[in-house]
């Protein structure tokens, strides 16, 4: 680093941000694997996310590698609602604002003009999740709110904490 800088803006010059492509699956599949409490989909789950939903999904990536990913859908029959499925960063680049500026490269995208609102799940002890998104609603001067939308009984005898649903908005534009 030289002068001023700062190891967040060199994390932020060394990473690209993109849309994700087919190619892309197996890597954004390791870097999950690797990266728990996130559940692990399978290859397909991310090769589908790739091919199809690519306009509101985003890779970071980082001297030819994938460091992070955010797979996000627009709400079926609500194209004000973005859905942000799963978010991961590797490691190496977490604490950076490497989530944050994933997120914010989505909402400007052509394809999220309308969207007024966020929807996620996150279960109660991941406070990396909840922190991250709580921030978030700050950024754009929204109210988050949290309802339970999978209660861990639907999940089976496997031991599986609800799914709280943050709903995030309206959102106010940077």
């Given at each position: ?29 390791n ?8 559940d ?76 007024a ?55 106010k534009?940077?």
């Open positions: 680093m030289t002068g001023e800088q700062t190891e967040t803006e060199t994390c932020f010059k060394e990473i690209t941000y993109r849309k994700p492509l087919i190619t892309d699956g197996r890597s954004i599949y870097l999950v694997k690797k990266s728990p409490p996130l692990l989909n399978s290859l397909y789950h991310y090769l589908i996310f790739c091919h199809y939903y690519n306009e509101t999904s985003i890779v970071a990536e980082k001297d030819d590698s994938i460091t992070g990913f955010i797979s996000g859908f627009l709400k079926p029959g609500d194209g004000k609602t973005l859905f942000v499925w799963q978010v991961v960063v590797d490691e190496s680049c977490r604490g950076k604002g490497t989530a944050k500026k994933m997120l914010d490269e989505i909402i400007a995208r052509p394809c999220c003009a309308q969207v609102y966020l929807e996620t799940t996150v279960t109660p002890s991941n406070s990396a999740s909840r922190s991250f998104f709580s921030s978030f609603a700050r950024d754009y001067a929204a109210f988050l709110r949290e309802s339970v939308l999978f209660p861990s009984s639907l999940f089976g005898k496997k031991s599986h904490e609800d799914e709280v649903l943050f709903t995030i908005g309206p959102l534009r940077k």
